[in-house]
Antibody, heavy 120, light 110 residues
């Protein structure tokens, strides 16, 4: 059974940094692309980052490009999201999600999320 | 402003059928697979439909998906009070090189 556990969220001042982690289990992690998706309070879903199964290719939306970096450690079954220059609008619940091979960007499994609050 | 357009809300009576639309363009829905997610209150989203019309294991056949041109539709039959949730469509946008979501549709079962 797929299990995703996010951690690293918290309160940070505008302009600050935070690194999120997602520990994965129950599937062949090294074969899966992984993503981060966020949801601001009371708002919809926003895709934040993607990393290919081998870590060679990454994608980001313009809203976080140049500020966020996704990475992974296939020996530790963990995906990370390094966030810098944080803004109030980055406040959200951040979900780690799986993207199985040949799934056409379908997010089959979601963690419970870790909350990031950017506030002074 | 979301790349994909969904109605903010839909409603129907228990036992009835409802459809939720998702409108995009040739760079996203028109040339890529569409997925649908259900988010029950206070929980993480769950995949309902992948590859336009495929139901993952465990999803009841009351839920269906279809795609035509640059639009997609989620259908829910035999509505139950437990179906009250937010529903999101999503796909890859080839021009943006990004995953895009609709703004979400709140389903109310009257």
């Amino acid at each position: 059974q797929v299990h995703l556990v996010e951690s690293g969220g918290g309160v940070v001042q505008p302009g600050g940094s935070l690194k999120l982690s997602c520990e994965a289990s129950g599937f062949h992690f090294k074969d899966y692309a992984m993503h981060w998706v966020r949801q601001a309070p009371g708002k919809g879903l926003e895709w934040v980052a993607m990393i290919w199964y081998d870590g060679t290719t990454k994608f980001y939306p313009d809203s976080v490009k140049g500020r966020f970096i996704i990475s992974r450690d296939n020996t530790e079954n963990t995906v990370y999201l390094q966030m810098k220059y944080l803004r109030a609008e980055d406040t959200a619940l951040y979900y780690c999600v799986t993207d199985p091979p040949f799934s056409g960007y379908a997010f089959h499994s979601w963690g419970q999320g870790t909350l990031v609050n950017v506030s002074s | 402003q979301s790349v994909l357009t969904q109605p903010p809300s839909v409603s129907a009576a228990p036992g009835q059928k409802v459809t939720i639309s998702c409108s995009g363009s040739s760079s996203n829905i028109g040339n890529n697979y569409v997925c649908w997610y259900q988010q029950l209150p206070g929980t993480a989203p769950k995949l309902l439909i992948s590859n336009n019309d495929e139901r993952p294991s465990g999803i009841p056949d009351r839920f269906s998906g279809s795609k035509s041109g640059t639009s997609a539709t989620l259908g829910v039959t035999g509505l139950q009070t437990g179906d009250e949730a937010d529903y999101y469509c999503g796909t890859w946008d080839s021009s943006l090189s990004a995953v895009v979501f609709g703004g979400g549709t709140k389903l109310t079962v009257l």
